[in-house]
């Protein structure tokens, strides 16, 4: 076993667990910060997949800015299912099931495919240039148009969560 | 060397806790917390499939594809909690079941 796979497994094994507290932990905030943990471990997942520039956009984005946003939110919508009342929904045995024969289902998908199991990763670090990627997405005979698309997109997200989330004072009674 | 099945073995765990939490969770907080989990399992499969197949040739549609879904996350993370807190706001509730305005 080498340095990168003892490494990839710590980082996986931080990212399975903080994901399982943070979708089972009672309090919202403690949920909110093992999210944060779970998106540290994905980040480094990341940087062993030599794709630093991710590595750093996913501290910044989700990190810096989603994770921020959900602690807010959290915050803003305190003294909710706290300490009463139960976290889960009726269905969850039966959830749990058909979530277990998913995870089977791509285990087994990933086991009939011999090729998988002999695949390395190629040493071509002129090719992990972020240059290449910049200027591929404001080409035009690129990525323009779903770049230019993706911005409109965010736009439009920006305008119409500030529409939604605006306290109107003249409807209030 | 890492092999390509350690990743999306990684990724497939990550992405059915995700999906467990979608649909049993009662805080719509927490939905969304699941399905930011479910967003990083689908990058981390294709990061990890460009890195294996498609880093030597140049082709770069695979990375491409993660900056949309890094977009799309934060559209919907901003969306999504403006929704939580203005039905919060109205009804002074966050769990999923009660906020049934739109029921038939």
């Known amino acids: 076993m080498t340095g990168m796979q003892l490494i990839f497994l710590i980082a996986a094994a931080v990212v399975v667990s903080s994901a399982f507290m943070s979708v089972t932990s009672r309090r919202m905030i403690h949920a909110a910060l093992w999210f944060v943990l779970a998106l540290l471990g994905v980040a480094v997942i990341y940087a062993l997949l030599e794709v630093s520039f991710f590595a750093v956009v996913q501290v910044l984005v989700y990190v810096g800015a989603i994770a921020i946003l959900i602690i807010f939110a959290t915050m803003l919508t305190r003294r909710a299912l706290e300490d009463h009342g139960k976290q889960f929904n009726r269905a969850t045995l039966m959830t749990l099931v058909i979530v277990s024969v998913i995870f089977a289902g791509l285990v087994f998908s990933l086991r009939s495919w011999p090729q998988i199991q002999s695949m390395t990763a190629p040493l071509s670090a002129d090719q992990l240039d972020v240059g290449v990627l910049g200027l591929a997405l404001t080409a035009p005979d690129g990525f323009a148009l779903p770049f230019e698309v993706t911005s409109i997109l965010l736009l439009a997200a920006l305008i119409g969560s500030i529409y939604v989330a605006y306290e109107r004072k003249e409807k209030k009674k | ?104």
């Open chain 2, 1 to 104: 060397m890492i092999p390509l099945y350690w990743y999306l073995l990684l990724a497939a765990l990550l992405f059915c806790i995700g999906l467990f939490g979608v649909i049993t969770r009662k805080n719509a907080v927490g939905i969304l917390i699941s399905i930011e989990l479910m967003l990083n399992a689908a990058n981390i499969n294709l990061l990890a499939f460009w890195r294996y197949l498609y880093s030597e040739t140049g082709d770069l549609r695979g990375q491409v594809f993660v900056i949309i879904i890094f977009v799309v996350a934060a559209a919907e993370a901003a969306v999504g909690l403006a929704m939580i807190i203005s039905a919060y706001r109205q009804k002074q509730t966050v769990v999923a079941n009660e906020i049934d305005s739109m029921k038939g």
